[in-house]
């Protein structure tokens, strides 16, 4: 039987489990306090078109959970570099670790031709320690495009799931990246494969980078963000100096920053992760996001001055501790 550890027992993770759990996987996630509790006294509860489905994962530390053949991270990207050595009891000579974070991963430009090529991002991996802790050349990526949320500790419900998207950083197709497709196909979860998993994850920022800090800033949905023409205007202007940096990198997509606005629109008034953290009084995904951006932009020598600015406002409101979010 398969074996994979989800490492980040949250919305993502709860999904990805129950999916692998359906799939016929020996599924484990790693957890603690009020949520490991709930997984070993009442199991997992997902939610999802409707049905409501319990499982029993195993649930502890990866020192209790131990060599696993797949390892999830779906925990938020800026907590990794802390974690990333604690989970060296999961990995094993023949383990496949898979990034589904939302932001830049500490793997981005490991043997990515380019002006970055092989060099560390700080605003990702500032000690190094994921780029120590995974193996480089057993990593897929992903990218996660669903909502979830968390109704009680490992109890989940999801709001809406679009696909998951996974590849290899090499763009190579490989007998593990069918399985992992295929597997939480079987499990519920519309997986498709992609040759160019850097693309994908740099085309699901170019609309994230924007509208996560500029929610936290405001305490407004994307509809109120969008529908003020001087918050748009700044909106594209980042999203401009963003793809300037995309097209040094040799990944700039066809579709224009109009063009991805209006696919945020079609989205309907929604709430993104950055605001929702900040009311919750989670740490916020900053650095991943954008502060990536800014950082590349520096070493690609792109002035990005709507960026910088928007990045030390936000920095400053997730070190204030307080959400001042509208209701």
């Given at each position: 039987m398969v074996s994979a550890a989800i490492v980040g027992a949250g919305a993502i993770g709860a999904w990805?489990?129950?999916?692998?759990?359906?799939?016929g996987w020996r599924v484990s996630m790693l957890a603690r306090g009020t949520t490991l509790a709930a997984l070993r006294s009442a199991g997992l509860r997902?939610?999802?078109?409707?049905?409501?489905?319990?499982?029993?994962?195993?649930?502890?530390?990866?020192?209790?959970?131990?060599?696993q053949d797949y390892v999830f991270l779906a925990v938020k990207a800026q907590a990794l570099p802390a974690l990333a050595e604690s989970l060296q009891p999961l990995i094993g000579p023949?383990?496949?670790?898979?990034?589904?974070?939302?932001?830049?991963?500490?793997?981005?430009?490991?043997?990515?031709?380019?002006?970055?090529?092989?060099?560390?991002?700080?605003?990702?991996?500032?000690t190094g320690s994921q780029a120590h802790s995974f193996p480089r050349g057993r990593i897929l990526g992903s990218v996660v495009h669903a909502t979830a949320r968390v109704l009680a500790p490992a109890h989940v419900q999801l709001v809406a799931a679009d696909r998951i998207v996974i590849g290899a950083p090499d763009g190579r197709s490989s007998s593990r990246v069918a399985e992992v497709a295929?597997?939480?196909?079987?499990?519920?979860?519309?997986?498709?494969v992609s040759e160019g998993i850097r693309q994908e994850i740099w085309a699901k920022l170019w609309g994230n980078m924007n509208m996560n800090p500029l929610s936290a800033l405001t305490g407004s949905g994307t509809a109120g963000i969008l529908g003020d023409p001087d918050i748009l205007e700044l909106c594209l202007k980042m999203m401009q100096e963003m793809r300037e940096?995309?097209?040094l990198l040799g990944l700039a997509g066809a579709m224009s920053a109009p063009e991805r606005i209006a696919v945020t629109q079609r989205l309907g008034d929604f709430k993104p992760s950055m605001l929702a953290d900040l009311e919750a009084g989670r740490p916020l995904e900053v650095e991943p996001q954008?502060?990536?951006?800014?950082?590349?932009?520096?070493?690609?020598?792109?002035?990005?001055?709507?960026?910088?600015?928007?990045?030390?406002?936000?920095?400053?409101?997730?070190a204030s501790g307080w959400s001042g979010a509208r209701t």
């Open positions: 990805l489990a129950d999916a692998l759990d359906r799939a997902v939610e999802r078109g409707g049905e409501s489905r319990r499982s029993e994962p195993a649930a502890g530390s990866a020192t209790e959970l131990g060599c023949q383990t496949t670790v898979i990034s589904a974070t939302n932001g830049i991963p500490w793997w981005f430009f490991d043997d990515f031709a380019g002006p970055l090529c092989d060099h560390p991002l700080q605003s990702v991996d500032p295929a597997e939480l196909r079987l499990g519920g979860i519309n997986a498709v940096c995309g097209e954008l502060g990536a951006v800014v950082e590349i932009a520096g070493r690609l020598g792109v002035a990005a001055p709507f960026c910088r600015a928007i990045l030390g406002l936000t920095r400053l409101r997730a």
